[in-house]
């Protein structure tokens, strides 16, 4: 069995190339070609901790994956991160154990980012003067990063709640070569932003709808479970297209859910990734449009990241 | 974190030591003391495989295990064992891996011979005359092991549908101290035997009710998922008291499950190993009875058998 620790997997990982499969990987899934049992749940209360156990399979590899991932609140105290965890590939043909990826929870961030990397490739109108994200951690970084080879804009503007996260994103944005704006006003950000990422934990909407121009796309990917939102639902039901990873998922608990429950997208066609990317043109039909990405996370990503970084 | 092969995992296995936290994972299992979501299954049609991830967690415990367990059937052809498997630890106060224990299933199989055991403390009459073992597999040599510490017979019938099986059993429980008979008449057996284990993967009835003689015990393992059964319903209704793992798996697709659908078992109380336990007493009232025990297999299980191999 091939053992792999963090920087042996960060060696490994082309972006470009695991963008491919993702691709192959949410048509797969919107094509029901793909094996992924209910998400397992486990909880711990003293530690401020919880657990997800998620397994998938594509028809017809040769390799079936699960992902252990944590999260623990009270980590960061300690001097550990928050998030843990790892990946294991099996053998489709014998189930023996191939691969064990120590990643500590990094294939899920960027996995993650490399979604709302797609989702950029489908959803992002022509002209965009400045790009926002909301939030500074992690997947702000990470999907700032990404954002870099498919949208030329190196204008950002930052939210957060932080004046010293503010900074330190700051430092981080301008190091990848943004001239950046820092605010804790997110209708400010709104004002000057037409691509916009939300990527906080937030359990109450942090982007208003008034403040959003005609044009503007938003992906949404902090709401991972039930209670989280970052987008009022008004917000939500202004959007004239409706872009999700998994139409099940996100109308269950991701950023749609609660204007979904509410009636409020009862005249929205919502198209998944793998669906749109088939029709293979830009999801949004002008420029006027604003169009939202809601992304959940789907098990297949976790099976097409382990292929791209085994196979190299 | 802690790597262990197979013979470094058996080079720690202390039947004694963790038939007592099995014990005490039944009995916080009954109490509700267990998070234990629900079971992932996968499957690998061309490759006659299928996979299945548990999870577990006992309250306050400093660990969590998760368990991949597969079964591939082409696999003996090629030389390699059916069963495929391995079980992982992480801290419940952190998230982080702790332990990867390479067991090629062989926990999964210790786990449910020494819950065998248990129910044979549980359930044995006093007089037993020779140990009845059907299926000449793994399960039935694991289990006729692990029962010499609790039943001191050492006469044993064994049923198989292979000579040449058979005859390897013979020399493997001669070798254990046993005088074996052989059969293929699972009749014949039953009017020999007191104590009877199946460990079929049966999915017809091969114990019929009419030969059962009064005061008997059995231990039915094989049947785990729906359409698998060992004894004919009838025989399973005939039973004066069921032993069960798990009330709600047991009825779901556990050997009396299909007794329990078809309304036979109205009249039974059902109790789960944990709650006996508790009870402290023999669970047969008298020497006369019929018990029976259904074995489906817990998580807790799996979280015990790794708590005791890592504790030595």
Request: with cysteine; net charge negative; aromatic share 6%.
């Amino acid at each position: 069995m091939i053992i792999l620790n963090k920087q042996q997997i960060l060696d490994k990982f082309d972006a470009d190339a695991i963008t491919l499969l993702l691709k192959e990987g949410f048509i797969a899934f919107s094509q029901q070609q793909v094996q992924l049992p209910p998400v397992q749940h486990l909880w711990f209360e003293p530690a401020n901790g919880d657990c997800c156990i998620k397994s998938g399979y594509l028809q017809g590899d040769s390799l079936f994956v699960v992902k252990v991932s944590a999260g623990f609140y009270h980590n960061p105290a300690q001097g550990l991160a928050s998030n843990q965890g790892l990946m294991m590939a099996f053998s489709a043909q014998t189930g023996e154990p191939q691969a064990l990826l120590l990643d500590e929870g990094w294939l899920t961030a960027l996995r993650t980012a490399l979604a709302g990397r797609i989702a950029a490739e489908l959803c992002a109108p022509q002209h965009i003067s400045a790009i926002g994200i909301v939030g500074t951690g992690m997947q702000a970084r990470l999907h700032l990063m990404h954002l870099k080879n498919v949208i030329s804009c190196r204008q950002v503007w930052v939210w957060g709640r932080s004046e010293a996260a503010l900074e330190e994103y700051r430092q981080y944005a301008q190091a990848a070569g943004f001239e950046v704006n820092t605010t804790q006003d997110a209708a400010e950000l709104a004002r000057h932003c037409q691509f916009i990422v939300t990527t906080t934990p937030s359990r109450e909407a942090i982007l208003p709808a008034a403040d959003i121009q005609p044009g503007t796309h938003i992906t949404a990917v902090g709401a991972d479970g039930t209670g989280k939102h970052e987008l009022a639902p008004e917000l939500v039901a202004k959007a004239d297209k409706i872009l999700v990873d998994s139409l099940a998922q996100c109308t269950e608990f991701g950023e749609i859910s609660l204007a979904f429950q509410q009636g409020l997208l009862a005249q929205h066609a919502l198209v998944e990734i793998g669906t749109a990317l088939l029709q293979n043109r830009p999801f949004r039909d002008n420029q006027q449009q604003i169009t939202l990405t809601d992304l959940t996370g789907l098990g297949i990503q976790d099976v097409q990241i382990v292929k791209g970084i085994l196979m190299r």
